[in-house]
């Protein structure tokens, strides 16, 4: 299933990333599964970097990624306990991203769309870190079906038309002009920062 375009239309904007979070993805996994109607998929990325250096007056931590690569990263306010940011400490990342649709057949729902977000950050004194969540819902109207490409098309609250690409050409059969979508696409993003291994003697 091709949601790139729906992805698009739900995620207006990302997760509120935690500033010292790594951007090098050495681990990804995605799953699918499919059922009459119903769709989901999941993707969750793994990152760790190092802190090669941190300079209080800007705010500016540089991390290493495995690759060698370093990042210039400004910790905003809302990274709390940066005097607790040490060269040497790993920054683990995980991501996780998740899309579910599932068909209203000749639904009548109020076409919309709703957002949730909330941020847990590192209580004070404790090393920086913190989950932050975002969770769009939307419910939108089918006004196209071409079985012959596989394509669904929605329209949302905006009057905004989607086409969505489905793979498998079972579940285009189900669907009709009329029917109804509902979509949650959800996002976190969780960040820890592990203490540097003692010097050794």
Do not use: C, W
Request: proline fraction near 5%; aromatic fraction near 2%; avoid cysteine.
């Amino acid at each position: 299933m091709r949601v790139s375009a729906l992805l698009a239309a739900l995620a207006a904007a990302a997760v509120p990333a935690l500033a010292i979070a790594a951007d090098y993805q050495p681990e990804t996994s995605t799953a699918v599964s499919t059922a009459p109607g119903k769709g989901r998929m999941v993707t969750v990325v793994t990152a760790t970097a190092t802190v090669e250096s941190v300079d209080p007056a800007t705010r500016t931590v540089v991390l290493k990624t495995p690759d060698g690569k370093t990042h210039p990263t400004v910790a905003g306010d809302e990274v709390r306990n940066f005097d607790q940011i040490k060269v040497g400490d790993q920054v683990k990342a995980k991501y996780m991203e998740s899309l579910t649709l599932e068909l209203k057949k000749g639904g009548k729902a109020l076409v919309g769309r709703s957002d949730n977000a909330s941020m847990d950050r590192a209580p004070q004194g404790g090393k920086p870190g913190g989950v932050a969540l975002r969770e769009v819902s939307m419910t939108a109207d089918v006004v196209g079906v071409d079985a012959q490409k596989k394509i669904v098309s929605i329209r949302n609250d905006r009057g905004e038309v989607i086409d969505l690409h489905l793979n498998d050409p079972e579940q285009v059969k189900l669907v009709k002009t009329g029917d109804q979508v509902e979509a949650t696409y959800t996002e976190a993003l969780a960040v820890a920062l592990d203490p540097a291994a003692p010097a050794k003697k």
